[in-house]
């Protein structure tokens, strides 16, 4: 069978490539201020793949600025079928001048493909269409029922989840895989049985009704700038309740933290060695994700009115979404110094956090066709990022697990400049997948 599998791969691997590299080409980043055509396009480019390639029932779902594609693939209605899940939206470039290429020119260097989304989540979309055709060319009869869902929402935090999902009525399977998560490293595949929820706020603090000359009226009035940096410097003193954590990490320590991120070499890190893990996975963490007040490019002597930033809050499994977001409101406003006038906005599409037991038939099933497809033993972890489509299939279906792969690994840069994936691991990927659903019709 593996034999079989790879030959095909062989043949094919270099179309599913060229395909990749073509959603690639579409810049179909979600968030607001961008061309919403951009995202229609890659929503279109993806349907009229499914179609050349005869998935069999194929429709549009959600929102008309950014669709969902589903699809369902017809198979043995005597074995268990089988939801796949990717998002093809993507976050922005980022800065320019740091890509080695431009973010949506893709480029071979070395065994990876670089572009923005070539992990993130495009390549999710690759391994489930590959490995559906592959599977039903080599099982025939023995092929299970694939449905396909392909969400164009992700990256912004899935806004319209909810009615997306009361809108497709047959998405309930006997099992779901997620292929949007990172391996342990580039030859040890990873199944993620853990992710941290999101929610982000903007923050502005203002002043006065405009800028002043800062050589003039410096002194006496506040600068907005600095009230801005008290409170969020004020973050560290936020007490959240406790949340819950694995009680076995693998190992994983200070020297492969600082060269898995690049840090400088005087950089501190902030947590003990033995709980690096642990703080990445199952510990609540906030980040200022940008910040603005005035204009790098056009600084003058300017006392500025106003100051804003946005933070994102990972909200680690077992702890309540709400509960945080009322805790962080709170100390926002009590940390506001000197009367400034404080405006605190939610963004929509917040991430629950997720957990689920890993003792399920279908867990070891794919434990094992990892095994087989990488030739290395796979690892269960955790995993620090938020996807919000996991929480929410696993609450409106109960009781179906949701298994959680994906083909990032410690070089990705998901979400930076220079974001990659590896080719090895994308043809690993797409097989141990194929062996996946060849399982399920083995007693």
Known sequence: MRKRIEGILNEEMGCYIETLKNLIKIPSVSFEGFERSNVIECADAIFELFKKNDLGEIRFLGEQSSPAIYAELKGNSNLPSVLLYAHYDVQ????????VSPAFEPQIRNGRLYGRGSSDDKAGVIVHLAAALIAKKILGENCPTLKFLIEGEEESGSPNLGSLLKECKNLRSSAAIVCDSSNWGETTPAIVSSLRGMLALEIEVKSMEKPLHSGIWSGPIPDAAQGLAHILASFAKIKFPKAHSLKVYPNYGCKELKKDCAL???TQIL??????????????AITVTAMEAGNRKNAGNVLQNCAWARVSIR???????????????KHIKAACPWGLKLS??????????????????FFKKMLAALEKGYGKKPLIIGCGASIPMVAALSKAFKGMPVLLTGVEDPKTNAHGENES?????LKKAILSEVLFFASLGEK
């Open 421 to 425: 994936v590896s080719l090895a691991i």
């Open 344 to 361: 605190i906005k939610t963004e929509n599409g917040m991430s629950e956090p997720w957990e689920t037991a890993t003792e399920h038939e």
């Open 92 to 99: 922005p470039p980022m800065r320019d001048n740091l890509w």
């Open 271 to 284: 947590v003990k060695e033995k709980d690096i893990l642990k703080s990445l996975w199952h510990i609540p």
């Open 315 to 329: 909200v680690a499994p077992g702890m309540d979404l709400k509960k945080v977001l009322d805790i962080t409101k």
């Open 264 to 266: 400088l070499s005087e």
